[in-house]
């Protein structure tokens, strides 16, 4: 009879990486204090041995945790409060408990991707807004971490995503329905996060597509990339209204830069919508309050059913995986 096969011990996950067993623990147990060339020697090693800690057996030894986790860039931002706010709903109802863990770098991300389905501290985990490569979505299954993308999709893993292009298609053509010729964009169309999604660039694109179908066009000048900053938005707004031949329509990649637009606007005199149309795009609580035409994408609704979708799966891990595309309205007030 062969001698049974010893599991890989945290020794030799040291051994192979070439680090101290002190460093393996800050890969496991805090990943953002582990440089990345470090983390991707150590991460390797780990599913080279096939190593599982303690941590984990210990976590399959009980029936769950009755946690969940949200991994998310930028989660202050009233869309990201929503969308946690439909997840939370759906999590009270089932007794979990929710964790945040707040990304604000790639390294930060490949941490915690490499770390969570590991040490098994939650039993499933909702990704919002960040991009995952292959390798980070065969580890999650591999480690059987039940995961819901928002935001984003992979076929490895169960996801919830909207169609940015079409909710600019929308914009551009209610615009044209209300009769305007000359069209401006404001939005953060290339900000420097490089882990997260920004889909404000698919959203104009959507725009000018439209446009152009109509035999019209958006000018380069009219076009104003800028950062999610009030202020900074503001400044653009008001730069755009003071040209010589100012656009009679604005269409704004995020609700929250569009109430800086009708700030700017304000300050100027300048009336909305007689002189000016304003269209954001989220419906943000706020949107409604200040009566501003928006492209609605249902936030609090996408984290109601990725939570709901994760339990499911907890339950019954053989379930399909869902990949569901939520749908977008025009929700016309009195900016337009």
């Given at each position: 009879?062969?001698?049974?096969k ?30 990345s ?16 800690p ?159 179908d ?62 000016l ?39 019954e891990?053989n ?18």
């Amino acid at each position: 009879m062969s001698p049974e096969k010893k599991s890989p011990t945290i020794y030799d996950v040291a051994k192979l990486a070439g680090v101290s067993i002190s460093t393996i623990s800050r890969v496991l147990n805090s990943p953002d204090k582990v440089n990345s060339e470090t983390h991707k020697r150590v991460m390797n090693a780990i599913d080279r041995l096939g190593f599982v800690p303690r941590a984990e057996a210990r976590a399959h030894a009980m029936q769950n945790t009755n946690r969940i986790g949200v991994l998310t860039p930028f989660f202050t931002a009233p869309s990201f409060v929503q969308r946690f706010r439909g997840v939370a709903s759906a999590l009270s109802k089932a007794n979990y408990e929710l964790v945040i863990y707040p990304v604000d770098s790639i390294d930060h991300l490949q941490g915690y991707i490499s770390s969570i389905p590991l040490m098994r501290n939650i039993d499933g985990l909702i990704i919002m807004s960040l991009a995952l490569g292959d390798q980070d979505a065969q580890r999650l299954s591999n480690n059987g971490m039940e995961t819901v993308l928002i935001e984003y999709s992979h076929p490895k893993l169960n996801s919830i995503v909207i169609d940015d292009e079409h909710g600019g298609r929308l914009a551009a053509e209610h615009l044209i329905k209300k009769g305007h010729k000359t069209f401006a964009f404001l939005g953060d169309i290339e900000p420097p996060e490089k882990f997260a999604i920004h889909p404000v660039k698919s959203r104009l694109t959507g725009f000018k597509q439209a446009l152009q179908d109509a035999g019209l066009s958006l000018s380069t000048t009219l076009t104003r990339p800028v950062s999610y900053n009030q202020e900074d938005s503001r400044q653009a707004a008001r730069e755009l209204l003071g040209l010589l031949s100012p656009p009679s329509a604005i269409f704004v990649g995020s609700d929250i830069q569009a109430l800086s637009v009708l700030q700017a606007a304000r300050q100027m005199k300048i009336k909305v919508p007689e002189d000016l149309a304003v269209i954001g795009f989220d419906d943000i609580d706020v949107a409604e309050h200040v009566d501003l035409t928006t492209i609605r994408q249902h936030l609090d609704e996408s984290g109601r059913l990725a939570a709901e979708i994760l339990l499911a799966r907890i339950n019954e891990p053989n379930r399909p995986l869902q990949h569901i595309k939520l749908p977008l309205n025009l929700i016309e007030r009195l900016t337009t």
